[in-house]
């Protein structure tokens, strides 16, 4: 794992060298520099660390010059040089003081009471821890006050007070006992709120589910209103159409029904004038015929009235053909015989055959 943060830091360093970004660049020395702390090669950490003060100080970092301060520290104590830690936790404590940095000040004094217990210096050690609490009491900061208890815990039992080093260590059991409640309750806090939030998550999707449905049901129920209204238009219009039908059908047989009607009462008039013609007139014309006929001795040996004769007998001749003739077009004897399709048929061959 410390390989690869090495090889990314690596790259990062050629990166920012070619773009000369002095603020990232130190950013990437001093995490190198924390990669190597880890390999507890300290002097590579230190050669990082250094670069990354010299890159701060170029640029008038400030902050970035305390914390670098602070690493260097560190490092000078994992080497057992307390000198030069002392000297460099110092200089990290005046800038953060001067940046008015209490969580960092605090920090910095407890990193110096390491220094000065690790240097045999137990009243500066014992000094700086209070002087930590007193600033991690006004930030709230729990788990360095207890770290600081413990720490006092071992700065008394060096100065063989050990009845105020188990006051220091019971505190320091009070306190972190105090801690764990605190985090137990952030957690149980984190975990209500979870739940809430995941029971709000429920209720919201059991919502959008029922709201699914219902926009589902009413989109089904629109669609089938929708069928509904084609099917009933589609039915009407056909019952429409076949009342349309209908109607012409019946329409088309009156009118059938009425010309058949009017032809049958104009065969009928034709059949009853032709009848009476024939039978009246006809009659008449062959009874006058006859009387005359009778007479024909009257004029014999008189040239005039055997002219006349002649003349009347061949007009009442003439008349009594065109009355026939008269009759047969009104009704033609084939029409009496056969009704009117098989005159109209006989009509039709007589028409065909070849003259």
């Known amino acids: 794992m410390l390989s690869a943060a090495e090889n990314t830091y690596q790259r990062a360093l050629n990166i920012f060298t ?8 130190s950013t990437v020395y001093n995490e190198n520099g924390v990669v190597y702390e880890h390999q507890k090669n300290y002097d590579k950490a230190l050669a990082y660390y250094k670069q990354s003060l010299d890159l701060k100080r170029a640029i008038n970092d400030s902050v970035g010059m305390a914390y670098a301060y602070n690493f260097i520290s560190g490092a000078y104590l994992l080497k057992n040089k307390n000198t ?10 005046n800038l953060f003081e001067a940046l008015r940095d209490s969580f960092s000040v605090s ?27 007193a600033f991690a009491q006004k930030t709230g900061y729990l788990d360095l006050l207890a770290n600081n208890q413990l720490l006092l815990a071992e700065i008394s039992k060096k100065q063989n007070n050990f009845s105020e080093a188990l006051k220091d260590y019971e505190l320091y059991t009070k ?30 999707l059991e919502k959008s589910s029922a709201l699914r449905i219902k926009n589902i049901l009413l989109i089904s129920g629109l669609i089938g209103i929708g069928l509904l209204s084609i099917l009933f238009f589609v039915t009407y219009r056909s019952s429409k159409l076949k009342h349309k039908t209908q109607l012409q059908k019946t329409i ?14 104009e ?66 004897g084939a029409f009496v015989r056969q009704g009117l399709g098989g005159a109209l048929k006989n009509l039709i061959e007589k028409l065909k055959a070849p003259h």
Do not use: C
């Not at 030069?84 to 404590?93: D, G, I, R, W």
């Not at 088309?252 to 009462?265: L, V, W």
């Not at 053909?321 to 033609?332: C, F, L, Y």
């Open 18 to 25: 070619n773009l000369r970004d002095t603020l990232n660049l």
């Open 84 to 93: 030069e830690a002392e000297e460099y936790s110092l200089k990290s404590l």
């Open 107 to 133: 920090l910095v004094y407890t990193d110096l009471a390491k220094i000065y217990l690790s240097a045999g210096k137990e009243a500066l050690a014992k000094q700086a821890a209070e002087n930590s609490n």
């Open 175 to 204: 306190l972190k006992d105090s801690l764990y409640t605190e985090q137990m309750q952030k957690a149980i806090l984190e975990l209500n709120t979870k739940y809430e939030v995941a029971q709000k998550d429920k209720d919201i």
């Open 252 to 265: 088309i047989e009156q009118q059938d029904f009425a010309a058949k009607s009017i032809i049958e009462a």
């Open 267 to 332: 065969e009928n008039e034709r059949q009853r004038m032709s009848s009476n013609l024939h039978d009246g007139l006809g009659q008449l014309l062959s009874a006058a015929r006859m009387n005359i006929q009778a007479a024909e001795e009257k004029f014999a040996g008189n040239a005039g009235g055997q002219n006349s004769y002649n003349n009347i007998m061949s007009l009442i001749d003439d008349s009594i053909k065109e009355m026939r003739s008269v009759t047969h077009q009104m009704m033609p």
